[in-house]
């Protein structure tokens, strides 16, 4: 799969198979974070793996817009220092990751919302970190149907050619 197809086809998945994310898989997903390119080179962020399953029932009662976190054979809780730039790092990581995830035949999601920091404890993560997601992976339970058949705006609705407001399209 090329980058682009990757890229068009990807989506959020939220069920998976009760199947064990091989640990080569993990590894790239990991690598694709870590070598993402950040402001300054900074390269704010942990990539904390959680696959103990009671941990991740535990999380998955935390997260209020990520309960299937519980059903995940694994999860990525990404945290990033409280740098000025770290959100925008962290959320091109977090993209190398899903796609390399996806181009593995595996499906993620972003965590985002909600009980993030109430996290920290059953982790142990210090408290000056702040925790900016938490990516369930795993094989998806689902046939994925319809791919690149994505809800988004059109492109002549966000792309301008030369001036604003001149559609691309
Ligand atoms: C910054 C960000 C935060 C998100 N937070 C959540 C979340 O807390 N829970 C959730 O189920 N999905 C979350 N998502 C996933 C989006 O809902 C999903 O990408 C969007 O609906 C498009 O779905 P699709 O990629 O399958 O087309 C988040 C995505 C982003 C980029």
């Known amino acids: 799969m090329d980058t682009f197809e990757a890229i068009r086809t990807l989506l959020a998945v939220r069920n998976y198979q009760d199947k064990l994310v091989p640990e080569e898989s993990l590894r790239r997903i990991l690598e694709a974070g870590r070598l993402t390119g950040s402001s300054m080179n900074g390269q704010p962020w942990h990539f904390l793996v959680v696959q103990n399953r009671d941990t991740l029932q535990q999380l998955g009662s935390l997260l209020r817009s990520g309960p299937y976190v519980a ?19 962290a959320s091109r990581a977090i993209q190398s990751m899903m796609l390399t995830a996806w181009v593995d035949g595996l499906g993620a999601n972003w965590v985002g919302f909600g009980g993030l920091d109430s996290i920290k404890p059953l982790l142990g993560i210090p408290t000056e970190m702040e925790v900016f997601a938490v990516l369930p992976i795993g094989y998806p339970a689902d046939a994925i149907t319809g791919q690149g058949k994505k809800r988004r705006k059109a492109l002549a609705e966000v792309a301008h050619r030369e001036q604003w407001g001149q559609p691309f399209a």
Do not use: G
């Open 71 to 89: 059903q995940a054979p694994l999860a990525i809780v990404v945290a990033i220092d409280n740098t000025r730039y770290a959100v925008s790092d």
